[in-house]
């Protein structure tokens, strides 16, 4: 079965601290897809990043950085001089190789405290 | 806005009432899903539909609960009777075949009184 774990349900950083948010996952593919979306208080899912399996290579991208790491089964999330914009709740997801299912962590809500 | 649009954005009635929600995916996107959010949970996969077919159903959508994409352009979700647990945020999204990716539209609140 398919699951995805975010244990941090509620973080409050103080502006332009680092933060990391936390995903484990559960899947006897080998072959999946990893996720993090974003939600605002708008409502609307905005799409963050894609993983496959077997790319484990960390990526960047502008102060957000992703950590996936296999052998923990782990696909963390960084957020580097953190601002009040970043405020939102982010969700971790999972998918298998067809991508027709998506399976969504109960995600984490971030404060930014300005 | 070439985005995922869904109408309407919300949408309170009496339970007991049927009630419609429309989903226009991206232009060029072929797979469109169903999502419903609960307050504090992330999103739960309801149906998708792969152009004008419906491929897959959760166990969440009851009998209550319709689902079509005519001509496999926009969809609409019916939900027939609706009972005050059927309150949730109902999300939609769409992705092409090899992207994986599925973009989320702005979705729909609905409250049952």
């Known amino acids: 079965a398919q699951k995805v774990t975010q244990a941090q349900t509620e973080i409050s950083v103080v502006e332009k601290e680092d933060v990391t948010l936390d995903c484990v996952y559960e899947?006897?593919?080998?072959?999946?897809?990893l996720f993090w979306y974003k939600q605002p208080p708008s409502g609307e899912l905005v799409f963050l990043i894609r993983?496959?399996?077997?790319?484990?290579q960390n990526e960047i991208s502008g102060r957000y950085s992703w950590n996936f790491q296999k052998s923990t089964s782990s696909f963390n999330f960084t957020i580097t001089a953190s601002q009040v914009v970043d405020s939102a709740v982010y969700f971790c997801a999972l998918s298998d190789n067809t991508g027709n299912q998506f399976y969504f962590g109960t995600g984490t809500s971030l404060t930014v405290i300005p | 806005d070439t985005g995922v649009s869904q109408d309407p954005r919300h949408k309170i009635t009496k339970r007991g009432q049927n009630v419609t929600f429309r989903c226009d995916p991206i232009?060029?996107?072929?797979?469109l899903y169903w999502y419903r959010q609960t307050l504090g949970q992330g999103p739960e996969f309801l149906t998708y539909?792969?152009?004008?077919?419906?491929?897959?159903k959760s166990r969440l959508l009851s009998d209550r609960f319709s689902a079509e994409r005519p001509k496999g352009s926009f969809s609409t979700l019916e939900i027939q009777r609706t009972e005050q647990g059927d309150s949730a945020m109902y999300l939609c999204?769409?992705?092409?075949?090899?992207?994986?990716?599925?973009?989320f539209g702005p979705g729909t609140r609905l409250l049952v009184l």
């Open positions: 999204a769409s992705s092409l075949d090899i992207s994986k990716t599925q973009y």
């Open positions: 539909f792969q152009n004008e077919a419906q491929l897959e």
């Open positions: 899947t006897r593919d080998t072959t999946y897809y």
């Open positions: 232009s060029e996107h072929n797979r």
């Open positions: 993983r496959n399996s077997f790319d484990e």
